[in-house]
Structure formats: structure tokens, C-alpha cells
Nanobody, 118 residues
Framework: VQLQASGGGLVQAGGSLRLSCAASGSIFSISTMTWYRQARGKQRELVASITDGGSTNYADSVKGRFTISRDNAKNTVYLQMNSLKPEDTAVYYC?????????????WGQGTLVTVSS
């Protein structure tokens, strides 16, 4: 299974970006998909997640600004990021996880850099 993240780049504060993470293989539809980020010198943190049933969860710091969604037909999860702030600058990673049932896994993508200038 491979996770390919894309969509990062340089944007001014207040701007928007949309990240995508495409998954190969057949596990996407049963995965909880999560975006994490890691800023320089800081620990990796959860940004947003979406379960296989479509339930979402967000870090307090991004609530109301970021939206996670998934397209099971395209094996892709998205992170729409609006009203970006300099503190959103980080490498963003996607993760596919399933912790129960006969198929259990935890896969990571390679990361995509988001830089927000002030």
C-alpha cells in the first residue's frame, strides 16, 4: 500500500490550499484516514481524521478553517485548508489506519510541505 500526498506549497496568510492523498491498494474504503503535521522542532500532531463511515474529527487549532473529506471511488482523502496562518506551516502527512477486524494496518505517506508566509 502506498499513500501519495500532494498539494502543498507556499501561500500567504489568509489563503487556501487543498491537500490530496491518494492510496493504492484495496484498503482505502475500510481505513480511517488522518492528516498529521509536523512543524520544525515540534512533535507530529493530528490535524483531522475521517473514519470509513465518514465521521470527522479536528484539532482545535484548525476547527472552522480546515475540512477533511474522502472519495472512496478515487481512493483519495482531501484536506481543504482555508484562512491559513503562519503557524500552519509544517510538513503534512496522511495516514491510513485500521485497528480492528481481520485486516489491521497503519500506513504513512511521504509528506507534503505547506509554508504560510505572513
Amino acid at each position: 500500500v502506498q499513500l501519495q500526498a500532494s498539494g502543498g506549497g507556499l501561500v500567504q496568510a489568509g489563503g487556501s490550499l487543498r491537500l490530496s492523498c491518494a492510496a493504492s491498494g484495496s484498503i482505502f474504503s475500510i481505513s480511517t484516514m488522518t492528516w498529521y503535521r509536523q512543524a520544525r522542532g515540534k512533535q507530529r500532531e493530528l490535524v483531522a481524521s475521517i473514519t470509513d463511515g465518514g465521521s470527522t474529527n479536528y484539532a482545535d487549532s484548525v476547527k472552522g478553517r480546515f475540512t477533511i473529506s474522502r472519495d472512496n471511488a478515487k481512493n483519495t482523502v482531501y484536506l481543504q485548508m482555508n484562512s491559513l496562518k503562519p503557524e500552519d506551516t509544517a510538513v503534512y502527512y496522511c495516514n491510513a489506519f485500521r485497528g480492528s477486524g481481520s485486516q489491521r494496518f497503519n500506513y504513512w505517506g511521504q509528506g507534503t510541505l505547506v509554508t504560510v508566509s505572513s
